[in-house]
């Protein structure tokens, strides 16, 4: 899953990115593990050779973006396209020199780069609408083009309200619109509220507000102070749990980030327990063994035979992976059945 990390000048997205990252990066892309009990329960009694947790691509712009004011330059609009999901850097932290805004006031800038958004994908339709004027097909229905149209239209109206595309009720044909042009407006958002480190532990009233604001529209947010977080992700990792607590946190804000992100994309986590790489995979819920099959590689999902399951409860009371099979708790199961959080796979399959 990638994630995109998006927000106005000086709001501390590098910041946030290189706490997020452990410290170092080496790009615009980094990799951020997965925090998850049940993998480690898995690797402790496996010990296989290799382990890779499950994890989420974070993207930063790394050479500053945000020009004339605005959050979005053409350049992040690109990446941002290819994201899963934003992740908007709020400044909730006192910085005099903000080339942008110099108060602070997280509201103002949750709504200003929503607005962004809408008009940048408005922009796109109103284009797409006036070349397909000139379609010989749109006229008639059922045809790509007429469908196009019938949700671009849909997409509009509401875009000119103000409403972003995520708070529609979205039929399949205007899903498959989507996916064809990327609307940003589309993609799901999380808000990290980026503090002073005095509120590290308790958001201001304003915060506070802008959060409550957020959930009414079904938007996830949290909190963090990113110049910490980034001092915290240098620190061993043993000493790191007593450092949070000191400022009354609990979790670093890579856990924060995850959390957020697993709840926004509806994500759950299943397992392959192998002795030579034992792998925990995100998955969106509700999604079937084939498609698990071709997260891990699309040659198993090609040659998908059955899929041995066995639920991460079984495994746990059985000891081992062994003890599980061998107590009648594995069961074998076709394409269509849907996974569930913590399931343990193993596909039988052609290749
Ligand atoms: N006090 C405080 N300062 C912060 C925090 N996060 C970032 N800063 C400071 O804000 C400035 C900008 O941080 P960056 O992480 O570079 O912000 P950015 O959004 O990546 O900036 P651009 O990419 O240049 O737009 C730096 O001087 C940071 O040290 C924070 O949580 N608290
Ligand atoms: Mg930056």
Redesign the pocket.
């Known amino acids: 899953m990638k994630v995109a990390m998006i927000?106005y000048?000086?709001?501390?997205?590098?910041?946030?990115y290189r706490a997020a990252a452990g410290g170092s990066v080496k790009g615009d892309f980094t990799a951020v593990p997965v925090p998850d009990e049940r993998f480690d329960t898995i690797v402790q009694q496996v010990q296989p050779k290799k382990q890779t947790p499950a994890t989420l691509i974070l993207h930063?712009?790394l050479d500053?973006?945000?020009t004339g004011g605005k959050a979005f330059s053409q350049k992040l609009i690109d990446q941002a396209k290819k994201a899963d999901l934003l992740l908007h850097?709020v400044r909730a932290?006192?910085?005099p020199i903000s080339p942008y805004h110099a108060e602070v006031d997280p509201q103002r800038d949750c709504s200003n780069l929503e607005v962004e958004i809408v008009l940048s994908d408005l922009q796109i339709i109103e284009n797409r609408l006036e070349r397909l004027q000139k379609s010989t097909t749109v006229k008639t229905p059922g045809s790509t083009d007429y469908l196009d149209k019938v949700s671009l239209e849909k997409f509009k109206a509401a875009l000119e309200e103000g409403r972003p595309i995520r708070s529609l009720d979205l039929t399949e044909d205007d899903q498959n619109t989507i996916k064809s042009y990327q609307f940003l407006s589309a993609k799901p958002m999380v808000v990290c509220f980026?503090?002073?480190?005095s509120d590290a532990g308790s958001p201001t009233e304003a915060v506070k507000k802008a959060m409550a604001g957020l959930a009414e529209i079904g938007t996830e947010s949290f909190v963090a102070?990113?110049?910490?977080e980034e001092e915290i992700a240098q620190l061993d990792p043993a000493d790191q749990g007593e450092f949070l607590a000191s400022l009354g946190l609990t979790v670093p804000a890579s856990h924060l980030i995850v959390r957020a992100v697993y709840d926004a994309l509806g994500l759950i986590t299943f397992f392959t327990a192998g002795e030579n790489d034992t792998r925990a995979w995100p998955l969106r819920r509700g999604s079937s063994a084939l498609k698990a099959a071709a997260t891990i590689h699309n040659d198993i999902a090609k040659g998908f035979i059955r899929a041995e399951i066995v639920h991460y409860a079984d495994y746990v009371a059985a000891g081992s992976l062994d003890a599980a099979y061998s107590a009648g708790k594995m069961s074998l199961e076709g394409k269509e059945y849907v996974i569930q959080d913590g399931d343990l796979l193993h596909i039988r399959n052609k290749s």
């Open positions: 927000g000048a000086q709001c501390g997205r590098s910041t946030l930063d712009d500053s973006v945000a850097v932290f006192e910085n980026n503090v002073n480190e102070c990113a110049t910490i």
